[in-house]
């Protein structure tokens, strides 16, 4: 497993699916937990050290609300951690600013709120540095972006 998706509750799955499909899409091996920072610490813990053992590289944690997840995860490893604020009370405002608002020394990479794809697509950048075959995959992917994009608004548009 390379890399690692976390969340506080099963509401939040059908935001965090965004994360998988990216990583899908590149073939890279990942597995999805429930854990809440504030309801089993003590099993975040114990998960987190289990997914570090078996190799994993990155690590993604969705959180709304107070959005402790990312964070504590970061203070934990040394693994990047891109955090996704989902959208809850102030349409998500206030997991945005708690995910990218870290103290100093402890980063987490922030996406937009509910934009876990994104996360998943940054996940897939950090392994192409060290993975020959995710990064021309990366590279393939980005050329078939433009070339569609191209081949659908090159001619321009009728408003």
Same mark, same amino acid.
């Given at each position: !497993? ?30 999805? +937990? ?6 089993? @610490? ?18 993604? /944690? ?11 995860? /970061? ?9 996704? @604020? ?15 608002? !870290? ?13 876990? +794809?994104?996360?998943? !697509? ?8 060290? +993975? ?12 078939? !972006? ?14």
């Amino acid at each position: !497993m390379k890399v690692a998706i976390f969340f506080g509750s099963k509401s939040d799955v059908d935001v965090m699916k965004g994360a998988a499909n990216a990583l899908k899409e590149f073939n890279i091996e990942y597995k999805a +937990y429930v854990l809440s920072a504030h309801r089993v @610490p003590e099993k975040l813990t114990e998960v987190l050290n289990e997914v570090q053992e078996k190799g994993c590289e990155v690590i993604i /944690a969705g959180a709304g609300l107070a959005a402790h997840l990312p964070g504590v995860i /970061a203070s934990q490893t040394t693994l990047p951690v891109i955090g996704v @604020p989902i959208k809850g009370a102030v349409e998500g405002l206030d997991a945005l600013f708690s995910i990218v608002q !870290m103290p100093k020394s402890i980063p987490v990479a922030t996406v937009g709120i509910n934009n876990s +794809y994104n996360a998943g !697509m940054l996940a897939v950048q950090i392994l192409s540095i060290k +993975y020959p075959e995710i990064k021309e995959a990366l590279n393939n992917f980005r050329t078939e !972006m433009k070339r569609k994009f191209i081949e659908e608004n090159g001619e321009g548009v009728e408003l």
